[in-house]
């Protein structure tokens, strides 16, 4: 009798074409048995469809948003346990095994840290590969492992707010459930190459921004201080802190510029 905890694994996409192979291979190759793997398609006009259908238990095309996204997915799930996961990231073998023993300890989510990918080497993305490396084991960090009946019972995820995670682990903590911790990673296999990108993706964030503010005043504004890092780790390669501080100059006149001039929440 089979007595291990059926996983089922939500991939979001959007024309993921440069990525989904590895990251879907990743998934399946993971030591962990009892699992699904649901790739939900934001309707992408490149091959990232015909890949999904390659790769996964199940593929459906379903919007508007990363939210809804995977909203949908989860409804369609079948397991107990919930891994959301992006379509640029992989994964250490025995995340899904250590996530799941960790959750028999009686937690009731995961949280595990996500660092930049070895082979993202431009300037840029070793400053962010650093920065990821500040943010190991502080408040930064949510939840992406979880029970599926902690998920319905905090009512999904809130549609309005586009870092669904940091939303999901504030509720999480409001309502007193537990987070455990695993010491398998996550890796970003990409970065923004230049300062235009920055820019461009943080005033994409800072549409969505106000709603999560007013949701999460005192979290949302502790989250936003540009101090938040352990900075102590840019001593280690001094010749990082004039791009980190160029860098977070961009990030944050994008993201206040999306706030005061964006959107107020995701159609």
Request: proline share 3%.
């Amino acid at each position: 009798m089979n007595l291990m905890p059926f996983v089922s694994i939500i991939v979001p996409t959007y024309n993921s074409e440069e990525f989904l192979d590895r990251v879907l291979i990743n998934l399946i190759e993971q030591n962990y048995s009892f699992k699904e793997i649901i790739v939900i398609d934001n309707f992408s006009t490149d091959n990232t469809p015909a890949i999904g259908r390659r790769w996964a238990t199940k593929f459906y095309q379903a919007g508007s948003e990363r939210v809804a996204q995977a909203n949908f997915g989860i409804r369609k799930a079948y397991g107990d346990l919930i891994y959301l996961t992006g379509s640029d990231m992989l994964r250490d073998i025995d995340y899904v095994t250590k996530a799941v023993k960790e959750i028999q300890k009686g937690y009731d989510a995961i949280y595990a840290s996500v660092l930049t990918d070895w082979r993202v080497d431009h300037y840029l993305g070793r400053v962010k590969a650093m920065e990821r490396k500040s943010y190991i084991g502080t408040f930064i960090e949510s939840a992406r492992f979880f029970k599926k009946s902690v998920w319905e019972s905090l009512g999904g995820f809130d549609e309005s707010i586009i870092g669904m995670e940091e939303d999901f682990q504030h509720k999480l903590d409001r309502n007193a459930y537990k987070t455990g911790r695993i010491s398998a990673r996550e890796y970003h296999l990409h970065e923004e190459k230049n300062l235009k990108q920055v820019f461009k993706k943080s005033y994409y964030y800072g549409k969505f921004m106000r709603n999560y503010l007013l949701k999460h005043k005192k979290r949302g504004w502790k989250q936003l201080n540009p101090a938040r890092p352990n900075l102590h780790f840019f001593l280690k390669e001094p010749f990082l802190i004039p791009g980190f501080i160029v860098y977070k100059i961009t990030q944050y006149l994008g993201g206040i510029l999306g706030l005061l001039f964006g959107r107020k929440y995701a159609r």
